[in-house]
């Protein structure tokens, strides 16, 4: 995978995470702040130039001083001048120009290229001098030579250039060369990257525009404003330059992109804050004029409405609703827009409205009991503030309570009690549970609870409420008690006992089982033997004749090996594995068929000749 493509799919991941086809208010404050650095070339100020007409910033005096010191007839030189020249207005000497730009022009179809023709046909428009018409005809041939995406590019650019109507040819084939992009999630690009993309949408936008026809369908021109905004956090005055090129051409095109924003964080509404406000921009961040702005429907997950369907306030991009009532939850809004002609909706036009509302403590009942005599040792409904009181292993502490908003009792995601030690700020919580009738429950065992959730440390306790919840403004946080907890073990026996030395471990290993007296262990190997003294003595009564046994190389070979395989079979009783007797048996067989054959063969020879 090369190094352009794998900036490609980042960036296109970049665009699946967050869908944004809009400069924002600091965007335009970095591309601003990029484009008053000290300028270093004359490439630079023409960057410069084109960047902050683009942003509608001042000029910089500085950038007609490299213009005018570019003296040289170099059509590179020439081609940046001249934009800087038509932008700023600068006084320039153009002595000897249009004749050496008029020579490119004629220069021989072999001897010249797109890059050239464009160059000298922008300097020529920027520069107000005339152009011949004929060289339409140069620039069909060229594109047609080199078919790339950048020549295309700056064909389109050159044609829009020329006087007379735009070329048919040309304009059709914008379509057929964006189908050349690559498309990776939500994003459109040329394989060229950046530069190449944006100089392609430069010129399709200028060429459209003077044909008076959309040359690109709604869904391209959203995933290239895709593309194109997500480069917007590269570095470089290079990279941002074309950023900037690529959404002036989205923004001055036949089919311009629109983004809604919304303003002032106002997407929160609570008591305070009642108002939504939101803004339609194109890809540079200006706000879409002549444009209005509906509320089409403003529900929550029940039903609920916050916002009455029908027209926004405000106009020229920018509107305002306010909430006809309030209700905790988030809601989806789905707005509706009337455009001017040649502006695409927004891609999403729904927008999450989220309303926060306070929430206060109902009906609080705080108990310490004592659980072996059954008696309440102190209850307080906080009235006249923090409940004071002692606990032990023997105290059942419950606290009830509810939680209410203006629409009544509420459930909400995070309710807790927190334990707070004075001594050493360490804190314990206990999550309270809420049942059917939305009325919460903190119910705790000290005698339980002492070890395992407090570690065995006692003290002055702070017992504080906490909740929290998306739908809140705030996090609430009540101040319940202040218990002296009384626990046996404290922190400092706990930490003694713990450095103190474990018993030994003594391991009781398996005794071994008993073994026969040892007169039976003789009698059965004298069992097991047997059998080889009753062989000895069938072959002496059957007159065996060992005398008679021939030391010829089949005999000791066959017989050999006979014991060999007897031994090896011994070692694979004894505990070698099976793998390791199969290898040994295999060379000692062969040896012993051949020595037998050969064994077998002497012993009939010798029965023949008698």
Request: charged share 20%; hydrophobic share 45%.
């Amino acid at each position: 995978i090369t190094n352009n493509l794998r900036m490609r799919l980042l960036v296109a991941l970049g665009v699946l995470a967050s869908l944004v086809c809009s400069l924002s208010p600091s965007d335009r404050e970095k591309f601003s702040s990029v484009f008053n650095e000290p300028i270093q070339s004359l490439k630079a100020a023409y960057q410069v130039a084109v960047a902050r007409n683009i942003l509608q910033l001042p000029s910089l005096d500085s950038v007609c001083e490299y213009a005018v010191n570019s003296g040289d007839l170099i059509l590179g030189d020439l081609y940046f001048a001249s934009h800087i020249v038509k932008i700023q207005g600068c006084q320039f000497s153009t002595e000897g120009v249009e004749d050496f730009l008029n020579n490119e022009l004629s220069s021989d179809i072999d001897e010249t290229n797109m890059n050239a023709i464009f160059k000298a046909v922008s300097s020529l428009s920027n520069f107000g001098m005339a152009i011949d018409e004929s060289v339409s005809e140069k620039i069909a041939s060229l594109v047609k030579e080199e078919d790339s995406v950048i020549a295309h590019s700056l064909a389109y650019l050159a044609a829009a250039a020329l006087p007379g109507e735009a070329s048919t040819d040309l304009v059709d084939s914008i379509e057929d060369i964006a189908h050349r992009a690559d498309t990776i999630g939500n994003a459109m690009s040329f394989e060229g990257g950046l530069m190449e993309t944006s100089m392609f949408l430069k010129g399709a936008s200028v060429l459209s525009n003077k044909a008076g026809k959309t040359a690109l369908t709604d869904q391209m021109t959203q995933k290239f404003a895709n593309y194109i905004v997500s480069n917007k956090d590269k570095a470089g005055q290079s990279n941002l330059f074309y950023t900037l090129v690529g959404l002036d051409a989205l923004s001055s095109s036949t089919l311009v992109p629109t983004h809604l924003v919304v303003l002032d964080n106002s997407a929160v509404i609570s008591e305070n804050q009642r108002s939504l406000k939101v803004a339609l921009v194109n890809p540079l961040g200006e706000a879409v004029r002549d444009s209005t702005a509906k509320i089409v429907s403003a529900k929550g997950t029940e039903g609920q409405a916050i916002f009455t369907p029908g027209p926004m306030a405000g106009g020229d991009g920018s509107f305002e609703v306010s909430a006809s009532e309030l209700a905790r939850g988030v809601f989806s809004a789905e707005l509706g827009f009337e455009l001017p002609s040649g502006y695409l909706a927004p891609d999403d036009s729904t927008i999450k409205v989220k309303c926060v509302l306070p929430v206060e403590l109902k009906n609080p009942t705080f108990k310490l009991i004592d659980v072996d005599d059954s008696r309440v040792v102190v209850s307080s409904d906080l009235s006249g503030g923090a409940a004071q009181g002692k606990a032990d292993l023997s105290t059942r502490l419950i606290f009830d309570f509810s939680l209410a908003d203006a629409d009544g009792d509420v459930t909400l995601h995070q309710v807790f009690v927190r334990f707070t030690n004075v001594q050493t700020n360490q804190n314990v919580y206990f999550i309270a549970q809420a049942d059917l009738k939305k009325k919460y429950t903190v119910d705790l065992n000290f005698r339980s609870a002492a070890a395992k959730s407090f570690g065995s440390v006692g003290g002055e306790y702070k017992v504080d409420l906490i909740v929290g919840d998306a739908t809140l403004p705030q996090a609430m946080i009540v101040d319940v008690a202040s218990l002296v907890l009384e626990i046996p073990d404290s922190k400092e026996g706990a930490t003694a006992v713990s450095k103190q030395a474990k018993p030994e471990i003594t391991h009781m290993f398996r005794q071994p089982e008993k073994r026969p007296p040892q007169i039976i262990s003789m009698v059965f190997t004298g069992l097991v033997l047997l059998p080889a003294v009753i062989l000895l003595g069938v072959w002496a009564k059957l007159g065996a004749n060992i005398s008679n046994f021939q030391f010829s190389l089949g005999a000791v070979g066959f017989h050999g090996g006979l014991l060999a395989i007897i031994a090896i079979y011994i070692n694979f009783f004894l505990g070698v594995n099976m793998f390791t007797t199969v290898k040994c048996l295999s060379g000692v067989v062969i040896i012993t068929f051949l020595c037998g054959q050969r064994l077998l063969s002497s012993v009939a020879a010798a029965k023949k000749a008698k």
